[in-house]
């Protein structure tokens, strides 16, 4: 599954500070931008997995799941 999200950096002194608009959580930092953005990468990805982990132990078998896509 491919996602789009809207990724937000800023320098803070001697650091760049990222974070991901779209999902309060997903944030991060670095010594350069192309570190903050690796960073921010990995950061998104184990959000995800974790938050459909959790969402997996919570729900029933007989749950439906689907993708949703919407226009932004």
Same mark, same amino acid.
């Given at each position: 599954?491919i *996602?789009?999200?809207?990724?937000?950096?800023?320098?803070?002194?001697?650091?760049?500070? *990222?974070?991901?608009?779209?999902?309060? *959580?997903?944030?991060?930092?670095? =010594?350069?931008?192309?570190?903050?953005? =690796?960073?921010?990468?990995?950061?998104?990805?184990?959000?995800?997995?974790?938050?459909?982990?959790?969402?997996?132990?919570?729900?029933?078998? =007989?749950?439906?799941?689907?993708?949703?896509?919407?226009?932004?």
């Open positions: 599954m *996602g789009q999200f809207t990724a937000v950096y800023m320098k803070s002194g001697k650091w760049y500070v *990222g974070y991901v608009e779209e999902i309060p *959580g997903v944030n991060t930092q670095g =010594r350069t931008l192309t570190e903050t953005k =690796r960073n921010l990468k990995e950061a998104l990805e184990l959000v995800l997995e974790a938050n459909r982990k959790l969402a997996h132990r919570f729900h029933s078998k =007989r749950a439906i799941e689907e993708p949703i896509s919407i226009a932004v």
